[in-house]
């Protein structure tokens, strides 16, 4: 029994680069490996195991397929398919945070390229940019905003309602992108495309497994939700356990490590003890800048050290999801699962522009209100 994903790692420059910063940051500070464990954020790598065996069961259970057949029928052009799809990425990130967002769209979007022709890799970077612009809405969006909103005290309607004017202006701003970068030219099928063998057991199953998972989550029993999971795999279909892409989990190890590593480098610990006496525009520019090194959510925890949970940083920190591929864990999601080496430098044709955007309008903006 062969697993696919070892041959997409040893493909994967993206992890070797993780690997070569490791090795580098290992010789700048104390070499500790037996404290890199600890470095992980475990409670991630297991939920993402989870939503990744659910996800492929549903993808091998055909109801993408099915659900993917009934889309394209209604809508006519390319715009308004990629307009619903964004937009609908951007809603459920709103209430399913932006990871699980992406675990029930891309895979749709995946399967639509089998029914019709359309931009796969053009529309799987613009989700990836509707789950961080639509995830900024909510203290429940993503892990950053869950951190904020826990240390601040606001409550639910309190802390979304600060977010909202950011959150309005990217959703525009991604809508006035979507209109430009999709043509209204009349979807063309795929003549002949066999339909796949749905299966209504595993379909079910899946959703089952999906609400204990849940559960677990919120009994903070990612653990044995995950388990749980995988032994109902095991019993209904063990081709979905082989055919997940496990080394996923191997890249996001990788990156906690590096952080772990480089928050510990001299250097950056001396910048740090000045961030209590920043501006406004220092702490913005900070947050943000920060953000494109070591992601958003180490970048938020990192800064909660010295800083209030204020506004101004849960702005920051989320603008900072946009531009380059480390600023948000969901970028590295959405592009993994494309399977192209192609989206990996096109996603920053419109990622860093965006990101400028926001920086400039978000701190206006900010500043008015």
Aim: net charge positive; proline share 5%.
């Amino acid at each position: 029994m062969t697993f696919p994903g070892l041959g997409a790692l040893a493909r994967d420059r993206f992890f070797h680069l993780l690997v070569l910063i490791g090795v580098g940051l290992s010789f700048c500070v104390p070499f500790a490996p037996q404290r890199w464990p600890a470095a992980i954020d475990w409670h991630t790598i297991i939920t993402l195991s989870g939503l990744m065996m659910l996800t492929k069961g549903v993808e091998q259970s055909g109801f993408f397929d099915v659900l993917g057949r009934k889309m394209v029928r209604r809508f006519a052009t390319e715009r308004r398919l990629t307009l619903f799809m964004v937009f609908s990425a951007a809603l459920l990130s709103t209430f399913l945070t932006n990871d699980v967002a992406l675990f029930i769209v891309v895979p749709l979007t995946l399967t639509l390229r089998k029914l019709c022709e359309i931009p796969v890799n053009r529309l799987i970077i613009f989700e990836a940019l509707a789950v961080n612009a639509g995830s900024l809405l909510t203290p429940i969006g993503n892990p950053q905003n869950i951190l904020l909103w826990g240390r601040s005290g606001l409550s639910f309607a309190a802390f979304s309602w600060q977010m909202a004017p950011l959150a309005a202006v990217m959703m525009v701003t991604l809508g006035v992108m979507c209109w430009f970068a999709f043509p209204a030219k009349p979807l063309q099928y795929h003549t002949g495309t066999a339909a796949t063998q749905a299966s209504p057991r595993l379909a079910w199953s899946c959703l089952a497994l999906y609400l204990v998972f849940l559960v677990a989550l919120d009994l903070k029993q990612e653990l044995w939700g995950a388990l749980l999971v995988a032994g109902g795999f095991l019993l209904l279909a063990r081709r979905v356990l082989v055919s997940v892409d496990w080394t996923l989990l191997l890249v996001f190890m990788a990156m906690f490590i590096d952080v772990h590593l480089l928050i510990q480098v001299p250097a950056l610990q001396g910048v740090l003890q000045n961030v209590t006496h920043l501006s406004q525009t220092g702490l913005w520019i900070t947050a943000i800048g920060l953000s494109q090194v070591i992601s958003n959510v180490p970048s938020t925890i990192l800064l909660l050290n010295y800083v209030p949970p204020s506004a101004l940083l849960a702005w920051a920190v989320n603008v900072g999801g946009f531009g380059l591929l480390p600023g948000s864990l969901a970028n590295l999601i959405a592009l993994r699962m494309a399977n192209d080496r192609r989206i990996w430098w096109r996603f920053h044709l419109w990622s860093i522009p965006m990101l400028v955007w926001a920086s400039l309008v978000g701190f206006g903006l900010f500043l008015l209100i």
